[in-house]
């Protein structure tokens, strides 16, 4: 079935870095599709991260990861969250997303494929 799958997540020090990768099986190809990157620290409410257009334009970067964090899509439609210089704060369980519906969104109620999550912790 249809469906997108992440990678990547760990445990690291503050100011270390980790990269996330995101990728679409069951026939689902990521080519034309927004996508985005959101997370949801335990007792908190879940939150954009990173998106990008169907044409492959970073279209939101949350100001708390603005600068450390960057997202991108290769040629073969892997989605990928390059995390640097990472902080407590950033412990969440990240999730990747992709909608065909629209060409641009950073709100969750667009997006109709969401990923299992995986968990990144940063702690000392």
């Known amino acids: 079935q249809a469906q997108v799958v992440e990678s990547g997540g760990g445990s690291v020090q503050p100011g270390e870095s980790l990269t996330l990768s995101c990728a679409g099986s069951?026939?689902?190809?990521?080519?034309?599709?927004?996508v985005g990157w959101f997370r949801q620290a335990p007792g908190k409410e879940r939150e954009g991260v990173s998106c990008?257009?169907?044409?492959?334009?970073?279209t939101y970067t949350a100001n708390s990861v603005q600068g450390r964090f960057t997202i991108s899509k290769d040629a073969s439609n892997m989605l990928k969250l390059e995390m640097k210089y990472l902080r407590p704060e950033d412990t969440a369980v990240y999730v990747c997303a992709a909608t065909k519906w629209y060409s641009n969104s950073v709100n969750p109620s667009q997006y109709e494929y969401w990923g299992q999550g995986t968990q990144v912790t940063v702690s000392s």
């Open positions: 990008l257009s169907s044409i492959d334009s970073v």
């Open positions: 069951g026939g689902l190809n990521l080519d034309g599709y927004a």
